[in-house]
């Protein structure tokens, strides 16, 4: 997508296509109400009440790794937006478009967010990130191919630094325990050395 968007290639070609089919085809407010869900001032409220709940039950390495994850997420799309200088579907003259900044700090926030209360809430996570997404580009705020690489950009920094500790094995959130740990057989801890 980025090389795409660089040379200027066929994909996003069409991606500006399907921009200018989509933009404004709902009312404008509620697809800003929709995009606004990506904004830190909503998304990282969410994330830290999660981080306290996680903090409260004892889980502090899961709190440092969703925390560190939402770090990253600057860090990586600042950087792309700069090189790639990519003008906005509604705002020819301004640029850094691509990826969507938006995006990023939803998918990361709400999903995140799940994983430290409950695996139940990954759906909800998903929906937030995918209406957060829509509105951005019905609103005219980002080209599709900005939300797509956004979400192909949180997808390692959500697996790497967040799940492995827990959920890649068999975590089980009902008891908050590992299935070993029900059976009596030991288990590896997941924020220290085994004792």
Known sequence: MTWQVLVHGPLARLDERVSGALVDTV???LSELASDLGNMTVA???LAAAMAYALWRGRRGDALRAGLAMA????LVVPLKEW???PGPLEPWAEGYFPSGHTATAMVAYFGAAYLV???LVPVAAVLT????TGLVLRGYHWPLDVLASVALCLPLLR???LPARYGRGWDRE???????????PSRSTDGPTS
């Open 44 to 46: 990282l409220p969410v």
């Open 72 to 75: 990253a997420v600057p860090l």
């Open 118 to 120: 409950s695996r139940r």
């Open 27 to 29: 009312p404008r407010r």
């Open 84 to 86: 790639t200088a990519r």
């Open 160 to 162: 790497r630094p967040l």
């Open 175 to 185: 008891g908050d325990t590992w299935p070993a740990e029900k059976s009596g057989t």
């Open 130 to 133: 995918a209406v957060t997404g």
